[in-house]
């Protein structure tokens, strides 16, 4: 395997998150981190490297119904990932308690294109902890992710723009709606030290039963 290249040092600036409110009684937050515009530059970059390459994840996601790479992108591709890593993390901490020992424990990225969409799901509902959406590309059009509650049947479409930030909780309902144009995201979830403890207690009763 090559030696993966050297990135510059990001300046990133996350500045202070709008709170978004909906019917749904969980907090979403909205960032626009200044500071990224040439890592999203190096990751689209790198998106038309593999697919030109073929990769082996070049097939469309069944959820998503779009291209995207494995869960651990962040650890195959460390230095390319580094500034979206350290600025989750940081952020998680601002926003919740920062004793909590928090971990990036999977992130993705997915690129839509052709009417591609995401089926409506959530990120776990067995713990607490934070998910999050770059939006490396967006299109002016949208659309962006919608909020779904599946009690009231009401949906909260979420205006975001090339270089946001969301960050909203595990057990959040939501999906994304067709694309018209490219549209490329990067996603993930944090976790604590005791969720991972659970979450594996969690999966081993039901490996078990």
């Known amino acids: 395997m090559s030696e993966e290249k050297k990135y510059p040092d990001y300046n990133i600036d996350i500045g202070v998150p709008t709170e978004i409110s909906s019917f749904i009684e969980i907090k979403t937050y909205k960032y626009h981190p200044y500071g990224l515009e040439g890592f999203r530059k190096n990751l689209v970059d790198h998106i038309d490297e593999w697919q030109s390459r073929n990769l082996a994840w070049r097939g469309h996601d069944q959820l998503t119904h779009a291209w995207r790479t494995p869960w651990d992108v962040h650890i195959r591709y460390q230095e390319l990932m580094s500034p979206i890593v350290s600025m989750v993390l940081n952020i998680a901490n601002k926003i919740s308690d920062p004793s909590s020992n928090w971990f990036l424990r999977d992130c993705w990225i997915s690129e839509y294109t052709q009417n591609s969409a995401a089926n409506k799901h959530h990120h776990g509902d067995d713990s607490f902890g934070w998910s999050f959406c770059y939006y490396v590309k967006m299109p002016d059009m949208g659309p962006a992710l919608t909020i779904c509650d599946e009690v009231r049947n009401l949906n909260h479409q979420l205006n975001v723009a090339e270089g946001d930030l969301l960050f909203f ?41």
């Open 169 to 209: 909780r595990h057990p959040l309902r939501h999906q994304v709606f067709p694309s018209l144009d490219r549209r490329i995201i990067i996603s993930g979830n944090t976790s604590t030290l005791n969720d991972f403890d659970s979450i594996l207690a969690h999966e081993k009763y039901h490996n078990e039963n």
